[in-house]
Structures are given as structure tokens and as C-alpha cells.
């Protein structure tokens, strides 16, 4: 290999950095609009999903579609999603199937959100700002699959690809934490309140993931995200 070539291999790996570690006051800033970029998040997950909560911030002055949480498996690209196709308006997808929570529109600020589903009811819950929205149905009896490849920052139409660039992320993105169960009110809140939480298959202070593109770690711009 030229001196040419290996620098050219030393710049790429740089771009698509693997890592765990704490993130606790940090944020991934997703730095081009529109853009392909996108982090690839590693979670243990030994058997299919009956229960789950997903929650995590974000910070865009965005108004076209974009997607914040992509949970693929090679038989279902929006077995978990988190889409927000206007600032009025979220998507939460399971199983490829979708409920709508109309929102406020945002204030240049922070939004936290959580979201989680449990098969035996088919009962979706929403929760923006610490605040529940009315809960809703969604595929009663199904089951996640559990070979999957989760993203933050494109949505998936097809399994670790087939991106649309105008769904994807631009902003900030911090906070995120995917649990194997449903979270009571309390721990809803506590996520909010960036408070103590109980073990997550993805953790936002372990987290393992590795970075795809223009998308960097930076500090986060204040000390605390909730009120």
C-alpha cells in the first residue's frame, strides 16, 4: 500500500469510530442537512421484544420529515420507529404499523420523548416533555424481532440501509435509552428529569456504538436538559 492509500484508509476509519462509553452530558451533533450520515447503536438482546420503552432528546430546528429512532429486522425495516413527518406531529411504528401523537409545535428548545408498547394490550403510550399523551392501540399480540439493526438519524427501508436523505437527522441527539419493558410513570418522568433509571439494553452513559459519517460528540451546551 502507497503512503497515499494509507492515509486515505487512516482519514475513513476515522469517520467510523467504535466506541463505548459514558455520554452523560454529551450530545452526537448530526452536522449536515440534508445528510447520510447516522450512528449505529449495539444493544444485548436475547430473546424477542413483548414489552419496550425507547426514550431520548432532541434538538433540531428541522420541519421536513425526519426520522430519530430506526429499529430494523431483516423481516421488518420499521419494526421500532420514532418519525416525525412535521413539527405538529409524531410517528410511533410498530411492527410496520403506525399511531400519530399531535404535538405542540416546538420553540426552538429541547425535546424529550418516550415511547413504549406492550403486546398483551397492544397499548402504545406517549410521553413529551416529562407529560403523557392519551394512550392508543397498536398490533395487540405481536413480537419484536430480535436480530436487529438499530440507528439513530436515518430511518431504514431495508435492514442497515436504504436511507432517504430527506428522512434524515440534523441537530442534536442525546439521551437515548432503549429498555426491554415497560417504565412506570415514575421512571417516565425520571428519564425526563435525567434522573436515576434502572438497567437498559442501550444505556446513554454505556453506550456502544460506532459513528457512519458527518456526525461528531461534542459537550453538551447546558448543565441540565430537563426543568
Request: aromatic residues 20%; glycine residues 12%; without cysteine.
Given at each position: 500500500m502507497g503512503q497515499l492509500q494509507l492515509w486515505l484508509a487512516i482519514l475513513a476509519g476515522l469517520s467510523e469510530m467504535v466506541a463505548q462509553e459514558d455520554l452523560y452530558r454529551k450530545v452526537f451533533v448530526f452536522r449536515k442537512d440534508p445528510s447520510d450520515a447516522?450512528?449505529?447503536l449495539r444493544a444485548k438482546?436475547?430473546?424477542?421484544?413483548?414489552n419496550f420503552t425507547v426514550c431520548l432528546?432532541?434538538?433540531?430546528?428541522?420541519?421536513?420529515?425526519?426520522?430519530?429512532?430506526?429499529?430494523a429486522t431483516k423481516a421488518q425495516d420499521n419494526e421500532i420507529l420514532l418519525f416525525k413527518p412535521k413539527p405538529s406531529e409524531y410517528r410511533f411504528?410498530?411492527?410496520g404499523r403506525f399511531v400519530t401523537f399531535r404535538v405542540p409545535e416546538g420553540r426552538g428548545d429541547w425535546e424529550h420523548v418516550c415511547a413504549s408498547w406492550e403486546s398483551a394490550t397492544g397499548i402504545a403510550?406517549?410521553?413529551?416533555?416529562?407529560k403523557p399523551w392519551p394512550r392508543k392501540g397498536l398490533q395487540r399480540g405481536y413480537t419484536v424481532g430480535v436480530e436487529a439493526?438499530?440507528?439513530?438519524?436515518?430511518?431504514?427501508?431495508?435492514?442497515?440501509?436504504?436511507f432517504d436523505v430527506y428522512n434524515s437527522?440534523?441537530?442534536?441527539?442525546?439521551?437515548?435509552?432503549?429498555?426491554?419493558?415497560?417504565?412506570s410513570p415514575d421512571k417516565m418522568r425520571a428519564a425526563y428529569q435525567s434522573l436515576r433509571l434502572p438497567p437498559a439494553v442501550v444505556a446513554w452513559k454505556s453506550l456502544s456504538y460506532e459513528v457512519k459519517g458527518d456526525v461528531v460528540v461534542k459537550p453538551r451546551l447546558r448543565e441540565a436538559l430537563g426543568p
Open positions: 447516522y450512528v449505529v438482546l436475547e430473546q424477542p421484544l413483548q432528546r432532541s434538538y433540531t430546528d428541522l420541519t421536513r420529515p425526519y426520522s430519530l429512532f430506526s429499529y411504528y410498530v411492527g403510550e406517549f410521553w413529551l416533555n416529562g439493526a438499530i440507528l439513530l438519524g436515518q430511518e431504514q427501508d431495508a435492514f442497515g440501509g436504504g437527522f440534523s441537530g442534536e441527539l442525546a439521551d437515548v435509552y432503549l429498555w426491554d419493558a415497560g417504565l
